[in-house]
């Protein structure tokens, strides 16, 4: 009989929520099942670019603020020039929908069920999610194990499935 504690291990497993388990992203891609925290980011094959959440001073996503290093207290996803010092933002997805701050541990980028890219909130209480953002550009019934988004050197976000490219 295993020991005690493999047992307890394996009923936690068990009873804990699928969204619990994140794959996080460390390189240039996120593939269908995986998904990107507060803390992970994509980072090009080159280094000069990265995607993930972040939180800017206000005055960078065109916010009004009296002092312009404030932070904001929302989140975004957004892409930004890997190495260069000061934080220099390319790209931000979430703009008109930003991630509270109680929220954020709770949020996660990650390829839909349809094949769309998707900001989601998970619902601890209820086990279900609130879509924040989405590209709604794919229309399918269901994603295939080959979908992945890669962040590709030239700063393009590419959202690909069975070798086609759909953003």
């Known amino acids: 009989m295993p020991p005690l504690h493999i047992l307890v ?3 936690l ?13 460390d390189e240039d891609t996120l593939l269908a099942g995986q998904s990107l925290t507060a803390g992970d980011k994509l980072v090009s094959r080159n280094d000069k670019l990265a995607v993930g959440f972040f939180q800017p001073a206000a005055s960078r996503i065109g916010k009004s603020s009296n002092n312009a290093t404030s932070p904001s207290s929302s989140w975004y996803l957004g892409m930004w020039f890997n190495k260069i010092p000061d934080f220099t933002l390319v790209w931000v997805a979430n703009r008109e929908e930003p991630i509270t701050h109680p929220n954020l541990n709770l949020t996660q ?3 839909s069920s349809d094949g769309n890219l998707v900001i989601v909130v998970n619902h601890a209480d209820t086990f279900t999610e609130s879509v924040v953002w ?3 550009i794919v229309n ?3 994603t295939t194990n080959t979908s992945a988004l890669v962040l590709l050197n030239n ?9 086609k490219r759909f953003w």
Not at 13 to 21: A, E, R, V
């Open 9 to 11: 291990l394996g009923l």
């Open 13 to 25: 497993l068990l009873h804990t929520p699928p969204w619990c388990f994140t794959a996080a992203a």
């Open 140 to 142: 399918r019934t269901k």
């Open 109 to 111: 980028l990650k390829i």
């Open 134 to 136: 989405s590209t709604h």
């Open 155 to 163: 700063g393009n976000l590419a959202l690909t499935s069975e070798k």
